[in-house]
């Protein structure tokens, strides 16, 4: 399967770095090309690709403002670029919806891989910073969500929720508990559909509110 990549930034040296990584890779295929968010979202309701990549800081519409358009009218999987020390752009992007965050510091194939990711249905939070980042998110969210909101969720649909807040992709939920990959997808599709969620990384980070021992 080639994923469809749309590439925002508004510097064109960048975006132009990011396009000649991207497109090189024998399964991606960069079908657009934005400045901004405003024009990320038209670029996205004409192409409708797999994936948009958003720098975070543009000049008018913001990756913010374009990940909460993009995801909330199901044009594509969203997947942000930003610096480490932006936590509140990064905090927003995953509240609008976001797939996971990119470091503009990550490598070539980094980069290749999170596409791949986010394409797979995956959320993307490298392992050196995951935790950090989850638990930070966590914490600038008051108080803890009611646990009540875990009633409509089987057992195995809990566990495979903490096992998200450990940040474990689909094939490593599937070994920690035993079961199929497909088996897997099916119980965190079931997780978003149940508790409202748009992102497996927003149900990563309820998993880290709610406090929830890992199985």
């Not at 920690?176 to 559909?193: D, F, G, P, Q, Y």
Request: glycine share 8%; charged share 20%; aromatic share 2%.
């Amino acid at each position: 399967m080639t994923i469809r990549l749309v590439v925002a930034d508004d510097q064109p040296a960048v975006r132009a770095g990011l396009v000649l990584i991207l497109d090189a890779a024998p399964d991606i295929t960069v079908v657009g090309e934005a400045a901004d968010g405003a024009e990320a979202v038209e670029l996205c309701r004409a192409v409708r690709p797999d994936v948009a990549l958003l720098d975070l800081r543009m000049p008018g519409r913001d990756g913010l403002w374009a990940t909460a358009e993009i995801v909330g009218a199901g044009l594509a999987d969203v997947l942000v670029l930003t610096t480490f020390d932006l936590d509140e752009y990064v905090y927003g992007a995953l509240r609008a919806g976001a797939s996971g965050f990119l470091l503009k510091n990550t490598d070539a194939a980094g980069l290749v891989e999170s596409v791949r990711t986010v394409a797979r249905g995956e959320g993307v939070l490298a392992p050196a910073v995951t935790r950090r980042l989850i638990t930070a998110f966590a914490a600038t969210g008051g108080a803890p969500p009611d646990r009540r909101v875990l009633a409509g969720l089987t057992a195995r649909e809990v566990d495979v929720l903490a096992c998200l807040g450990l940040g474990l992709s689909n094939q490593q939920v599937a070994d920690r508990l035993a079961m199929a990959e497909s088996t897997t997808k099916t119980h965190v599709s079931r997780i978003l559909t149940k508790l409202g969620l748009r992102s497996r990384v927003q149900a990563a980070i309820l998993a880290q509110e709610l406090r929830l021992p890992a199985p």
